[in-house]
């Protein structure tokens, strides 16, 4: 019996791995570097790929496309107000142990349609399962999870864009996604699943960076390795401004 269940798990993960292998993704990017500016107002990253094949299209499900954009990730604390005393005061917090600074997840269906909650586990592709928030003691810790995700929704760092893939003759698929301007540094890691049933048969993985240039990274990195000088600095700006203002009110004043 044991060699009966043996021989049926090798021909089980051989026939799933020829599937796996029988689609695979070809990927483009219209820009894989973004440079934060001074006037940097958001950029638009188009996502376009293809589907290579070694047999015909199968027929048994339509293919599905995900595409998942994350930013680097990092703690976040998470803070409740209550009014107490007629005033507004923190009242609790707790620390998500892990979420993307940015999140963008983009399907060419409905996402129950394109992705099983089992695949979706296993990925963690959605974004309530990309962030990570374990060993809370504070009751109703969810709630706090929640309270981020629909914050950083309302400011455009987290994203679901249902049916915004374009899939052509299951073949040909495309996306655009935007990036606001309040964009950190860092790898921007850049997913696509091609899914059949809700389950995923093929994923390809690259990255986006983004970094800051010319005046803005000048400055960032005086403001880490040199905080005295940066700080002088912001002093001298600040005093020059100020008497500039002053400079001009005068002569307003004196015609």
């Known amino acids: 019996m044991p060699l009966l269940r043996l021989i049926a798990l090798t021909c089980w993960a051989a026939l799933t791995a020829s599937i796996a292998a029988a689609e695979e993704v070809v990927l483009g990017l219209s ?7 001074a006037t940097f107002d958001g950029s638009e990253i188009l996502i376009f790929g293809a589907v290579k094949r070694e047999s015909p299209i199968a027929t048994d499900a339509p293919l599905e496309v995900v595409v998942t954009v994350s930013g680097p990730s990092e703690p976040v604390m998470v803070r409740r107000k209550d009014r107490e005393f007629g005033i507004w005061v923190n009242t609790q917090a707790v620390t998500v142990d892990s979420a993307p600074s940015f ?9 129950s349609e394109a992705l099983s909650d089992t695949e979706d586990l296993r990925h963690k592709v959605s974004i309530h399962r990309a962030i990570r928030s374990v060993g809370s003691t504070v009751e109703g810790a969810q709630t706090f999870t929640e309270a981020l995700m629909r914050i950083r929704e309302e ?24 990036m606001p ?10 997913r696509i699943f ?15 960076e983004v970094n800051k240039v010319g005046m803005e990274r000048f400055l960032f990195n005086l403001s880490r390795e040199q905080p005295a000088i940066y700080g002088l600095l912001a002093l001298l700006i600040a005093v020059i401004s100020g ?3 002053a400079a001009g009110f005068q002569l307003l004043r004196d015609r």
């Open 181 to 190: 301007a309040d964009l950190i540094e860092g790898h921007y890691r850049t």
């Open 103 to 111: 999140y963008a997840v983009a399907t060419s269906a409905p996402f």
């Open 243 to 245: 008497w500039g203002a």
């Open 194 to 208: 091609l899914t059949r049933a809700g389950r995923v048969v093929s994923q390809y993985e690259t990255v986006i």
């Open 31 to 37: 820009q894989d570097r973004v440079a934060i500016t």
């Open 155 to 178: 400011k455009g760092f987290y994203s679901l864009q249902e049916n915004a893939v374009a899939l052509d003759e299951q073949t040909l698929f495309r996306t655009a996604l935007r």
